[in-house]
Each structure stands twice: as structure tokens, then as C-alpha cells.
């Protein structure tokens, strides 16, 4: 599976942004996926998880209520929705994917990981 993420841009905080991630591969639907981020000086750290089915999604503390993870498998395409961004949403965003069952939030168990996109939230 190969992919490639995109949609990430400046934008000031409380602002919304819309992150895709476009995945090659007939296989797409059976591939759990997951998005990311790393921050400058920081560990890469999970963001949002979604079973093959789009039935289970996962968040981080951080981002629950804020974010959105979604997935269209007849487009081979995971999304993540972001709103009421904060400047400490800064990061480069990976989406990336699982054979593992169920939803994975330990970035090990990612199997395929996409090129990442920066997003900057400004104060």
C-alpha cells in the first residue's frame, strides 16, 4: 500500500483544516488506518485510528471533540477533519496503515506509512 498525504496548509487558531490521505492498492478496505503527528523536537505521537469498517474510531485526549476520522473505501481515502485548531496542533501529519485488527493507536503497528503534510497553526 502506498500513500500520500495532503491538505495541510497555515492557518490561524481556532481555523479548520481538512487532511486526506490517498492510498494505491485494491486492498485498502482490509487495512486499518491511522493518522500521526511529530511536532519540531518531539516524538511522532498518535492522533485518530479507524477500523477496515469505519465502525471503530480512536482519538488522543488531545484532539477528541475537536477531530474527525473518516473513510471512503470505495475511494481508497481516510480523512481528518480538524477543527478549533491550536497553536500546539503545529506538526507534520502522517496518515498511515494496519493489518492489525480493530483500531491501533502504537505507531508499530503500522505497517505503511504515507509522506507526511505540515500543518501550521499560528497564534
Known amino acids: 500500500v502506498q500513500l500520500q498525504a495532503s491538505g495541510g496548509g497555515l492557518v490561524q487558531a481556532g481555523g479548520s483544516l481538512r487532511l486526506s490521505c490517498a492510498a494505491s492498492g485494491r486492498t485498502f478496505s482490509s487495512y486499518g488506518m491511522g493518522w500521526f503527528r511529530q511536532a519540531p523536537g518531539k516524538e511522532r505521537e498518535f492522533v485518530a485510528a479507524i477500523s477496515w469498517s469505519g465502525g471503530s474510531t480512536v482519538y488522543a485526549d488531545s484532539v477528541k471533540g475537536r477531530f474527525t476520522i473518516s473513510r471512503d473505501n470505495a475511494k481508497n481515502t481516510v480523512s481528518l477533519q480538524m477543527n478549533s485548531l491550536k497553536p500546539e496542533d503545529t506538526a507534520v501529519y502522517y496518515c498511515?496503515?494496519?493489518?492489525?485488527?480493530?483500531?491501533?493507536?502504537?505507531?508499530?503497528?503500522?505497517?505503511?506509512w504515507g509522506q507526511g503534510t505540515l500543518v501550521t497553526v499560528s497564534s
Open positions: 498511515a496503515a494496519t493489518r492489525a485488527p480493530g483500531v491501533r493507536v502504537r505507531a508499530s503497528l503500522y505497517d505503511y
